[in-house]
Structures are given as C-alpha cells and as structure tokens.
Antibody
Framework: QVQLVQSGGEVKKPGASVKVSCKASGYTFTSYSITWVRQAPGQGLEWMGWISVYNGNTNYAQKLQDRVTMTTDISTSTAYMELRSLRSDDTAVYYC???????????????WGQGTLVTVSS | SYELTQPPSVSVSPGQTARITCSGDALPKKYVYWYQQKSGQAPVLVIFEDSNRPSGIIERLSGSTSGTMATLTISGAQVEDEADYYC????????????FGGGTKLTVL
C-alpha cells in the first residue's frame, strides 16, 4: 500500500535550518511528484511548493522562495524539504503529499504523510 | 496574491444539508479540489476537479461550481462529518501558485 512516512518532530532556534524527510513506499517513486503543505497551530493549510521526482523541476510559494529548497533522492525514494532562516512563525506541522502530475498541473493530493511538527523557539 | 474565500464556520443539525462555499476569481478557469481534515489528522481529498469523488469517499459529499464560486455539499450531514474543509485551486493570472482557502469548520449538532 502507498505510504509516505515523515521524519520526527524538530525544535529549532530562530535563524537555524530544518530539513524534513518524506520516505515513499508502495508505488513507483519517479512516476509521481511531491507537494509540501504546512499548517501553523490552529491555522489553515498553506501550500509551500512542489517538486517533480522525475526531472527535479520545482515550483515554490512566492513568500518562501528565498528560504525553501525541495529535493528528492531516488535511490531511497525520499523527498526532502529544507527551510532556512527559521522564524517563530515557521512553527507548524509540515506535510508531504503525493501528486500525480509531472508538471504541477493537478491538485489531486491522494496520499499524505503523517506530518512533522517543527517548533521554532529561542 | 490570489485568494480563495470560505466562511469560517457552518453549522447544521444531523440529517440536514450543509453547504460550504469557496469563492475565487479564477474558479471559472481552474479546477477546485476539496479536502477534509479531522482534528489531529492529515487532510483527506474528498472532491477533485470540481465535482468528482475519489473512490471510498461517501456519496453524500458532492461538489459543484458556478462562475466564481464552488460549493461542497454534504447531504444528510452526520456527526462524523464534523471537520475542517478546505478548497484548493490555482491562480490563473500566469502565476503558477496553488492556494488553499482559509478553511470552514463544519459543526453537526
């Protein structure tokens, strides 16, 4: 069965970086892309960006473009999201989700990871 | 930046029909997707491409669009339908960004 298993929670200080992993199983990793979504405590969902596993193309939310990098490791079927220069308002649960499109044209996020809580606090 | 607007809350009695709206200027040109999120859980896709239900999603959930508004309808709402619902779509003005609506808390009591 399709599974996306994310890394464990992190506590970071302001200004630090965090790298969240998302290990996929149960399907051909290169046939789908990955979308990242975050949710601050008590708040709504926020689209962060998308990466094509097939060719590495990315599309980042404008407000995060300067601080976020999404990558994949095909050898381990793992996607990564790195966020730099962390601020307190980056405190959120970060989700990865499987996306069926190769060109970021679909909003069909049929499988999600369990979420990773990143806490930014001094 | 592009926005999708949802009412913060909708409340119905069990068995009634709940309607959750989502408005956005690009909706006549772009598909809308709906996600259900129950407390402490990851979101679940319940409607894709305006009006299609993924397999395994209950038939009392349906989606429709008209002009700049999309609507998620829950017919005969049950207590187990209580959740936050988010619409999700894309800007059509040349920006390649996706956007979630602010979310609607559905209460069934």
């Amino acid at each position: 069965q399709v599974q996306l298993v994310q890394s464990g929670g992190e506590v970071k200080k302001p200004g630090a970086s965090v790298k969240v992993s998302c290990k996929a199983s149960g399907y051909t990793f290169t046939s789908y892309s990955i979308t990242w979504v975050r949710q601050a405590p008590g708040q709504g969902l926020e689209w962060m960006g998308w990466i094509s596993v097939y060719n590495g193309n990315t599309n980042y939310a404008q407000k995060l473009q300067d601080r976020v990098t999404m990558t994949t490791d095909i050898s381990t079927s793992t996607a990564y999201m790195e966020l730099r220069s962390l601020r307190s308002d980056d405190t959120a649960v970060y989700y990865c989700a499987r996306n069926p499109s190769t060109d970021d044209s679909s909003g069909y996020l049929g499988y999600w990871g369990q979420g990773t809580l990143v806490t930014v606090s001094s | 930046s592009y926005e999708l607007t949802q009412p913060p809350s909708v409340s119905v009695s069990p068995g009634q029909t709940a309607r959750i709206t989502c408005s956005g200027d690009a909706l006549p040109k772009k598909y809308v997707y709906w996600y259900q999120q129950k407390s402490g859980q990851a979101p679940v896709l319940v409607i894709f491409e305006d009006s299609n239900r993924p397999s395994g999603i209950i038939e009392r959930l349906s989606g429709s669009t008209s002009g700049t508004m999309a609507t998620l309808t829950i017919s005969g709402a049950q207590v187990e339908d209580e959740a936050d619902y988010y619409c999700y779509s894309r800007d059509s003005s040349g920006n390649p960004y996706w956007v979630f609506g602010g979310g609607t808390k559905l209460t069934v009591l």
